[in-house]
């Protein structure tokens, strides 16, 4: 699916307005082919990058930090480049390339787990929308691989993370004093690309 749809390109745009309405092809037209570079709309000149269509990607998590986790049938946005024919899929912000779950949900439970210390059955049962069942909610498989991808540094994978999550909290526009580390956590990660 990767090579069909080429690279990813995040636009600006949040996934929470996003799905509230699909911006147009002229709003999320990424500036620049991500292969050959070429701009996407030279002046005085035709249009290099051309809107190709719309691809629905299933995705995992939640879009607000309230909401309950769950399935999400993100439409997004294809564009084409006349000059090397590279094929590109434009996502809104809070979309990772090569993850199904939003990275607001990558970044907290991440926190929740080498922050708030929680197990990792808990956190999984606060951002997984699948049903834990038997042998298979021990531990989170994906938890591990995303301390693994994210973590930074030396130490157990849950200090790695940790020490990846407290410089993703540097990053929030949220204060620490007013607001717990969920919702700081949710609001960088929304800008993590
Ligand atoms: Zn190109």
Redesign the pocket.
Known sequence: MAHRDGRRVQAPALISAWIRALPSVDAVRPPR??????SSRPVGRRL??VGHGRRSLVLFGAVELEDEPGFIDLVCRRYR??????VCLVVPRGVVAGRRYLMPAIGVALALWSLRLLPPDEVRRRLSPFLLTGASATGWASLRRWARAYGTGDGTLRERAARFAQALLATSPLSAQTHAIEPRIYAASLHHS
């Open positions: 082919c991500p292969r050959c570079e070429a290099n990058l480049c006349l000059v090397c024919t590279a």
